[in-house]
T-cell receptor
């Protein structure tokens, strides 16, 4: 089945540690995104990538980093600089950046808890 | 500034009741409008979308939404809800001509349907 796979589903981290969340898609989509979801806050865009080897900051990029070395992979690193990292993280993809369909395909999310 | 407002944080209904979830946006120009749904334990998915034409659009599972340009609204409706409609619903407008990264998600409305 085509889709987006995020791992791990649950992750615990001590303060001061970096952690990397994995996102893999087999939909052959060009564009990929990372969102953060907090209760009552909706989804906020962290980073996005229009195409391989390119990525841009979203609305809340501070304390996060990404890479896009392969079309199917867009890992997110939550660094120790992120002041409030406990959240639910969602990865998404779309066919391409230019196509104005508005349709995103989401993974099932990764819940990060900082102890 | 571009923004979106969902009026209700949590709605509780009994089965067979009618549903209307409010969504208002503030954009200067033409917009495309979307509703996404997140069922418990499942990934976020597209429920319906409006690009142009008939302002009453139909989505999956009997949902519909009406675009009222004069009111900057895109309310979601269903005549008779079922227990399986329990989920969180997100309104997401996007600037016409924008890209998927320009989707702005509302804070979400949790719908709980009592059997």
């Amino acid at each position: 089945d085509g889709g987006i796979t995020q791992s791990p589903k649950y992750l615990f981290r001590k303060e001061g540690q970096n952690v990397t969340l994995s996102c893999e898609q087999n939909l052959n989509h060009d564009a990929m995104y990372w969102y953060r979801q907090d209760p009552g806050q909706g989804l906020r865009l962290i980073y996005y990538s229009q195409i391989v080897n390119d990525f841009q900051k979203g609305d809340i990029a501070e304390g996060y980093s990404v890479s896009r070395e392969k079309k199917e992979s867009f890992p997110l690193t939550v660094t120790s600089a992120q002041k409030n990292p406990t959240a639910f993280y969602l990865c998404a993809s779309s066919i391409d950046w230019a196509q104005n369909t508005g349709e995103l395909f989401f993974g099932e999310g990764s819940r990060l808890t900082v102890l | 500034a571009q923004s979106v407002s969902q009026h209700n944080h949590h709605v509780i209904l009994s089965e067979a009741a009618s549903l209307e979830l409010g969504c208002n946006y503030s954009y200067g120009g033409t917009v495309n409008l979307f509703w996404y749904v997140q069922y418990p334990g499942q990934h976020l998915q597209l429920l319906l979308k409006y690009f142009s034409g008939d302002p009453l659009v139909k989505g999956i599972k009997g949902f519909e939404a009406e675009f009222i340009k004069s009111k900057f609204s895109f309310n979601l409706r269903k005549p008779s809800v079922q227990w399986s409609d329990t989920a969180e619903y997100f309104c997401a407008p996007m600037n016409y001509g924008g890209s998927q990264g320009n989707l702005i998600f509302g804070k979400g409305t949790k719908l709980s349907v009592k059997p």
